[in-house]
């Protein structure tokens, strides 16, 4: 048998864990768990590049597929990936060591615990995104809530309670009519794997009720407007690191779940349910950007801009053509790097001046140049600028919507102008201006460790702005399948009437 | 002569509960040795119990008492529950000053009525097996006789449980009168046919059952007893009763009337809605541990009828594997609460929690575990048990019964978490004891290790329970 890859990946941070659990502390030690843990997400990092070498792009199927008996004659624990996978795989180990780098300076106390917690959530995030059983990815879907209602509650700001109980609660309650779809699914088709899934197909009569269950759980998770408000409660409590990785992949799980269950699953359903995702993405894309503009709170305003991102994610996902579902996907990853940096960046100020307020702030640009360079970068890729990876993601879903309802696309376009304004006007407020307040004087320009973690972020952003192809390449075969198999372009001009 | 042989286990209790009784009377202070013997005879008797042909099925004294896999594996759980809730509370009555002979003798007689129970097939036997536990249980409750709370508890514990008694031998004479029979298999063979007469007998003692279990709106005495009680006699309420009854309702469901499904499965949707429920709201209020733990119990034992609801052998093995795990989260429940002990006193309010993560890791992180596993959040034991449930009543398109379920298991993590909460969001306060008995780390760490890697082989326990024929 090869080596099992996927599995060493979800199972080594939890070694990872257990060891620096098991490691007796002192304050010396406290050091060292971190390099240990910086060790163990490297290597995870580095273990899942190979895997994306060794992947295979031109294949349709699943690979390093690892099957075994779990739930005897149930449900077997099965992982495998396909391009779209893969990709996210590759985001979250890249993120997870970028934030146990920043626990530096952001976290005092308990930085053992926090480590363990970012551990184990690693393990749960890389599990989403490799299972391919509906019971196993509903495990780890779930899972990962354990360690970032932690995480928010333990280290967060004033209000961190009153925030993880939100997002623990929110989550659950959209999480549970998934749970009594899955078990049905079981019972009307008799598995749960998904792959016998999207070869046996389920009947049109249930598809419906049981896209809604799911829609249920991956609209809070992604968030789409109207059950939006837990992020940022979520985001503005959560420390440095949590932010990142809620922003940067715990988002990005509801989407992956959007393009491989309720598409691959239920496409009858999810043609029948486009208007009601094309409205609440609008809604989420238009909305939430005016919100963005009036925050005076710049994790608040980053949090509501990345609602208005996933709008654009939604929205490009069920145009179902190659065009939106490639864009969603890159929109996904790029939005996973750029608001990954963005939260950075206020971490980077946040640790220095101790409040995130902006009008606190202004005329940065005289005494951190070498912020305002990182940080521009950063708004200009969240505002998609053309030659950073935002630019892509968000030309290519509009590109599908523009394929699929012009007035629709219209208004999508509206929300990047949108977009536009509150990054720059934020950027304007925090960079230039003038330097009147006394503390803002003091502040001093990037350490070395925040200037690595910031142009490891850079790099990416921009890389893949101008050559896309090693990411579009990777997606393309599955998602052309994914189109291909359901029928999803047939359907599609059945409903055009053509 | 030979039928003796398949009741050596009961007949070995019975003998060491009267010789226990004589040689504590005997022999001056003994109440530590009685104790740690009653432990060692509970485990012999365990022994006794596994050494027996696990194949057999066979029906005793004219059909009245039945030795089969339901009745071999429940009894192994039971006393195992006994075995661990010995180990874990020794110290406990020592400190509490309730260490006195009587008290592991009660405890043994109520395990014995317990056993009775599980093996019943008779209504007669049934009612005495019950009895025999319900008394032992009403002086356990009151055994604190110096305590307030604990003496109103066992008051409370001895009036309504004698009400439902009551009403649960009406529901016998009934069934008698309507059936000719007080066996089970023949009650089945005499009722073909649905008479008003019998449908009240299956009520009435649905009422005394469901009163046994604490299920709503036949809880009252739970919270009281559960809070009144001393905390080791809680522990007790907690686990055991629950498997005997649980047995019963099995056995009286699925023997004599389970051909009569459509009358009594209103009634068991009905408990096991209002349970879960009420026992998840009712909760959240709640300040003091063992108060909280009660509702609680409520709120799983609403699950567990969910599973009985469904009137499928599957069902019904959900509902065992449900109350298995339920007996090992809450057996490690309380052994966090035995360690919250500080200067010779115990702490059962929730605000003595109150930062707890930064003295005492290690416990506040097995709490953690705990309580999630009772949230049922996965990869955690709790969230297996709940699944099982779900598969089985979802497989029966009882879509309501599920969806309400879950909504409750959402209302029960907002209570779950607030003591996580004040576990470790919260400011620290004194410490607690770090010094504990051997036997209480043991059911801690072998209770948290169980729930932290049930996920890794999830059939082991599955395999065994379909193994299990109901009829």
């Not at chain 2, 469901?253 to 051909?259: A, C, N, R, S």
């Amino acid at each position: 048998m090869n080596f099992p890859i996927l599995s060493s990946l979800i199972l080594l941070p939890t070694i990872g864990a257990l060891f620096i659990f098991f490691v007796r502390s002192s304050n010396s030690q406290y050091q060292s768990s971190k390099y240990v843990a910086l060790f163990i997400t490297l290597a995870n990092f580095f273990l899942s590049l190979y895997l994306w070498i060794v992947f295979d792009k031109s294949i349709v199927d699943f690979q390093f597929v690892e099957e075994r008996e779990w739930i005897s004659g149930f449900v077997n624990y099965k992982v495998g990936v396909d391009g779209i996978s893969i990709l996210f795989i590759l985001l979250t180990t890249f993120i997870t060591p970028i934030c146990v780098i920043t626990v530096n300076a952001t976290i005092k106390n308990r930085l053992k615990d926090f480590l363990i917690a970012i551990l184990i959530l690693e393990t749960f995030m890389i599990g989403v995104f490799c299972s391919l059983d509906l019971v196993v990815f509903y495990l780890f879907f779930e899972a990962g809530l354990i360690p970032m209602f932690l995480i928010i509650g333990i280290w967060g700001g004033e209000r961190r309670v009153y925030s993880a109980f939100k997002f623990f609660l929110y989550t659950l309650l959209g999480s549970v009519l998934m749970l009594i779809a899955i078990i049905s699914i079981y019972w009307i088709t008799g598995t749960t794997d998904v792959i016998k899934l999207y070869e046996l197909g389920i009947d049109a009569k249930y598809q419906n009720l049981l896209w809604l269950a799911f829609f249920s759980s991956f609209a809070v998770k992604t968030p789409m407007w109207p059950v939006h408000t837990w992020l940022p409660d979520a985001h503005v409590e959560a420390p440095t690191a949590g932010s990142v990785l809620l922003a940067a992949i715990l988002l990005k799980m509801a989407g992956y779940g959007f393009i491989r269950f309720s598409l691959g699953l239920f496409p009858d359903a999810s043609l029948y349910f486009v208007p009601l995702v094309y409205i609440l993405s609008l809604i989420a894309i238009i909305y939430t950007s005016l919100v963005a503009l009036m925050q005076e709170d710049m994790k608040k305003l980053i949090a509501y801009s990345s609602v208005a991102h996933m709008g654009f994610v939604t929205l490009g996902i069920f145009t179902m053509t190659q065009q939106g579902i490639e864009g969603s996907i890159f929109q996904m990853i790029s939005h996973g790097l750029v608001s990954a940096a963005l939260f950075l960046c206020v971490g980077v100020v946040y640790d220095r001046l101790h409040t995130r307020l902006i009008n606190r702030y202004g005329g940065l640009v005289s005494i951190m140049p070498k912020y305002a360079i990182v940080f521009m970068v950063f708004t200009l890729g969240a505002l998609g600028l053309p030659g950073t990876s935002g630019f892509i993601g968000e030309f290519l879903v509009l590109m599908g919507a523009f394929k699929k309802n012009i007035l629709v696309a219209t208004i999508a376009s509206l929300g990047v102008i949108l977009g536009a304004a509150y990054m720059l006007w934020l950027y304007k407020r925090i960079i230039f201006g003038k330097l009147i307040n006394e503390d803002v004087k003091k502040m001093v320009d990037l350490k070395r460790f925040e200037i690595v973690t910031l142009w490891l972020l850079v790099l990416p952003i921009i890389f893949f702005g101008f050559y896309p192809e090693p990411l579009i390449n990777s997606i393309e075969v599955s998602v052309a399948n994914m189109i291909d198999m359901n029928d999803l372009d047939k359907i599609n001009k059945l409903a055009l009437g053509d | 002569m030979e039928n003796l042989q398949l009741i050596i286990p009961e007949l070995f209790i019975s003998i060491m509960i009267m010789f226990l009784l004589i040689f504590g009377v005997f022999k001056k202070n003994s109440s530590q040795l009685v104790y740690n013997l009653t432990t060692v005879s509970l485990v012999a008797a365990l022994a006794l119990i596994i050494n027996l042909d696990p194949q057999i099925q066979s029906s005793l004294f004219n059909n009245s008492y039945n030795i089969d896999s339901l009745a071999r594996f429940m009894k192994i759980l039971l006393i195992l529950s006994g075995i661990f809730v010995m180990l874990s509370s020794s110290k406990y009555i020592q400190i509490s000053k309730i260490s006195k002979i009587e008290y592991p003798i009660l405890i043994l007689c109520s395990i014995l009525g317990m056993m009775v129970m599980i093996s019943s097939n008779d209504l007669i036997v049934f009612y005495m097996g019950l009895e025999l536990q319900s008394l032992a249980l009403y002086v356990l409750a009151s055994f604190n006789r110096d305590n307030l709370l604990s003496t109103e508890s066992g008051l409370k514990y001895f009036v309504l449980s004698a009400l439902s008694s009551g009403l649960l031998l009406y529901g016998c004479s009934l069934i008698y009168g309507f059936s000719e029979t007080t066996n089970f298999n023949q009650i089945m063979v005499n009722t073909k046919e649905i008479e008003y007469g019998l449908t009240f007998g299956i009520v009435f003692i649905l009422v005394g059952l469901a009163f046994k279990i604490s299920a709503v709106p036949f809880h009252m005495w739970a919270p009281d007893v559960y809070q009144g009680s001393p905390t080791s006699v809680t522990v007790f309420f907690a686990l055991l009763p629950k498997i005997a009854a649980l047995t019963v309702f099995i056995r009286f469901l699925y023997i004599p009337f389970y051909e009569l499904g459509d009358q009594w499965q209103m009634i068991i949707i009905f408990l096991s809605i209002a349970s879960m429920v009420f026992g998840a709201v009712a909760a959240i209020g709640q300040k003091n541990l063992k108060r909280l733990i009660a509702y609680s119990s409520i709120s799983h034992m609403g699950y567990a009828l969910a599973g009985l609801s469904t009137g499928t052998t599957q069902g019904v093995q959900s509902s065992i594997t449900y109350i298995t795990i339920y007996l090992v989260m809450n057996l490690a429940f309380f052994s966090c609460l035995f360690m919250l002990k500080r200067n010779n006193e115990y702490y059962e309010n929730i605000d003595d929690l109150s930062g707890l993560s930064k003295n005492h890791p290690l416990l506040s992180l097995s709490l953690l575990v705990v309580l999630f596993s009772l949230a049922g959040i996965p990869p955690l034991a709790g969230f297996f048990a709940k699944f099982y449930i779900f598969v089985a009543v979802i497989n029966e398109k009882m879509y309501f019964l599920a969806i309400v379920g879950l909504l409750a298991t959402v209302i029960a993590a907002f209570y779950y978490l607030r003591i996580i909460k004040i576990i470790y969001f919260d400011p620290e306060k004194e410490k607690f004891e770090s010094k504990h008995n051997l036997g209480l780390k043991f059911t801690l760490v072998a209770s948290t290790f169980f729930i932290l890697t049930y996920f890794i082989y999830p059939s082991g326990i599955v395999d065994i329970i379909s193994q299990i024929k109901i009829n």
